[in-house]
C-alpha cells in the first residue's frame, strides 16, 4: 500500500511543485512505482512534465467530483519517465471548491478517489494549491504525511503558524495519524538571514525537518521549460543529488512509520 505525501504551503513560490515532482522522479529512478497528483488548478506539476493542461477530457477534477463515474485509474496517465505516472489537472479544479462545499463527507472525496488505486504504488505525492481551503483539506485527510517546504526566509517562516493550526484541525476532526515534515528549500548559501533561518527551523522543529536542504538555483526553471524534471534535465547536478538524497530520507520516513 503507498505512503502518501501531501505536499503544501500556503505560501506560492516556495516549490511545492518541484519538490513533487523532483522527489517522485527520484523515488522513480530507485525503482519505486510513484504517482503524482496534480491538485492545483493552475497545472504547474502538469505544465512542469511537458503536458498541455487544456489538453485533457479527464483530469482530477473529474475524479474528485464522481469518482464513481471516473476512476482515477482511468484518468491517470504514465509519464515519459519510467515508474512515474501522474493524475493531470487543469482550470476545471477551480470550480471544485464551489461545488464540494455543500456535500457531505466533502473533506474525503479525495480520500475515496485514491482508495481504489492505493495498492498500485510505492508512493504517492499530492501536489497542493498555495491556500488552505477545500482542496488543502482533502488532500490532508487522505495523507500518511505532509512535507511542507519552507523557504529559508523569515517571512516564511512566520507563515508555518497558519498552516500548523490546519494540520492540528485535521488531526483532531479525521485524520490523528497526520505527521508533518518540513523542508528548507529555496535556500540562498550566501547570506548570513538564510544561514540563521535554517538553524532555527532546527531549534523548532528538531524531530520534523528533514536534514537536506535544497538550494537556490537557475536550473529548476530550465527543466521546467524543457518539461523535465531536474533529476533528467541535469542528472550530475548538485540539485538533482539533493532530491536523491531527500528521496533517501522520505523512504526511511516512510519505513519507520509503517513500523
Same mark, same amino acid.
Given at each position: 500500500?503507498?505512503?502518501?505525501?501531501?505536499?503544501?504551503?500556503?505560501?506560492?513560490?516556495?516549490?511545492?511543485?518541484?519538490?513533487?515532482?523532483?522527489?517522485?522522479?527520484?523515488?522513480?529512478?530507485?525503482?519505486?512505482?510513484?504517482?503524482?497528483?496534480?491538485?492545483?488548478?493552475?497545472?504547474?506539476?502538469?505544465?512542469?512534465?511537458?503536458?498541455?493542461?487544456?489538453? @485533457?477530457?479527464?483530469?482530477?477534477?473529474?475524479?474528485?467530483?464522481?469518482?464513481?463515474?471516473?476512476?482515477?485509474?482511468?484518468?491517470?496517465?504514465?509519464?515519459?519517465?519510467?515508474?512515474? @505516472?501522474?493524475?493531470?489537472?487543469?482550470?476545471?479544479?477551480?470550480?471544485?471548491?464551489?461545488?464540494?462545499?455543500?456535500?457531505?463527507?466533502?473533506?474525503?472525496?479525495?480520500?475515496?478517489?485514491?482508495?481504489?488505486?492505493?495498492?498500485?504504488?510505492?508512493?504517492?505525492?499530492?501536489?497542493?494549491?498555495?491556500?488552505?481551503?477545500?482542496?488543502?483539506?482533502?488532500?490532508?485527510?487522505?495523507?500518511?504525511?505532509?512535507?511542507?517546504?519552507?523557504?529559508?526566509?523569515?517571512?516564511?517562516?512566520?507563515?508555518?503558524?497558519?498552516?500548523?493550526?490546519?494540520?492540528?484541525?485535521?488531526?483532531?476532526?479525521?485524520?490523528?495519524?497526520? !505527521?508533518? !515534515?518540513?523542508?528548507?528549500?529555496?535556500?540562498?548559501?550566501?547570506?548570513?538571514?538564510?544561514?540563521?533561518?535554517?538553524?532555527?527551523?532546527?531549534?523548532? @522543529?528538531?524531530?520534523?525537518?528533514?536534514?537536506?536542504?535544497?538550494? !537556490?538555483?537557475?536550473? @529548476?526553471?530550465?527543466?521546467?521549460?524543457?518539461?523535465?524534471?531536474?533529476?533528467?534535465?541535469?542528472?550530475?547536478?548538485?540539485?538533482?543529488?539533493?532530491?536523491?538524497?531527500?528521496?533517501?530520507?522520505?523512504?526511511?520516513?516512510?519505513?519507520?512509520?509503517?513500523?
Amino acid at each position: 500500500m503507498a505512503t502518501i505525501y501531501s505536499i503544501t504551503n500556503q505560501k506560492g513560490g516556495v516549490g511545492k511543485t518541484t519538490t513533487c515532482l523532483c522527489l517522485g522522479s527520484a523515488l522513480a529512478e530507485e525503482g519505486y512505482k510513484v504517482l503524482l497528483v496534480d491538485f492545483d488548478p493552475q497545472a504547474g506539476l502538469t505544465v512542469s512534465l511537458g503536458y498541455d493542461p487544456d489538453s @485533457f477530457s479527464k483530469t482530477i477534477y473529474d475524479s474528485l467530483i464522481n469518482c464513481e463515474q471516473y476512476p482515477l485509474k482511468e484518468v491517470l496517465i504514465a509519464t515519459k519517465i519510467n515508474n512515474l @505516472f501522474v493524475v493531470p489537472s487543469n482550470l476545471d479544479l477551480a470550480g471544485a471548491e464551489g461545488e464540494l462545499i455543500g456535500e457531505i463527507g466533502w473533506d474525503r472525496n479525495l480520500k475515496e478517489a485514491l482508495a481504489e488505486i492505493k495498492n498500485d504504488y510505492d508512493f504517492i505525492f499530492i501536489d497542493c494549491p498555495p491556500s488552505l481551503g477545500v482542496l488543502t483539506t482533502n488532500a490532508l485527510i487522505c495523507a500518511d504525511a505532509v512535507i511542507i517546504p519552507v523557504q529559508t526566509e523569515y517571512l516564511a517562516l512566520r507563515g508555518l503558524k497558519q498552516l500548523e493550526n490546519i494540520i492540528a484541525k485535521v488531526r483532531k476532526k479525521g485524520n490523528p495519524k497526520l !505527521r508533518k !515534515r518540513i523542508l528548507r528549500t529555496m535556500h540562498n548559501t550566501r547570506t548570513l538571514h538564510s544561514k540563521e533561518v535554517v538553524e532555527e527551523l532546527e531549534k523548532i @522543529f528538531p524531530q520534523e525537518v528533514f536534514s537536506t536542504i535544497i538550494k !537556490r538555483t537557475v536550473k @529548476f526553471a530550465d527543466a521546467t521549460l524543457a518539461g523535465l524534471p531536474i533529476i533528467q534535465y541535469a542528472k550530475t547536478s548538485e540539485a538533482a543529488d539533493a532530491y536523491r538524497n531527500l528521496a533517501k530520507e522520505v523512504i526511511e520516513d516512510a519505513k519507520t512509520a509503517i513500523s
